[in-house]
């Protein structure tokens, strides 16, 4: 799963620790996140897409599986 955290983030001139507090997290969390190496729970989705005023669709990106 792929995100545009970072992008919209930087478009709010908002810092990932300023983001951490808005969603009630570490920033590290928000470091793993814009590195697309941590899954976050759907409320942690939510409540980030809400500080965007976007969806959660929005704003991650679902790779679709490969069919073989």
Do not use: C
Not at 15 to 42: C, H, M, W
Request: avoid cysteine; proline fraction near 3%.
């Amino acid at each position: 799963m792929n995100n545009r955290i970072r992008e919209l983030r930087l478009r709010l001139d908002i810092t990932q620790d300023q983001l951490a507090r808005r969603v009630g997290v570490r920033r590290e969390t928000i470091v793993f996140l814009e590195k697309n190496k941590y899954n976050p729970s759907l409320r942690l989705a939510y409540d980030i897409s809400h500080v965007f005023s976007l969806t959660i669709e929005e704003v991650f990106i679902f790779d679709e599986p490969e069919s073989s």
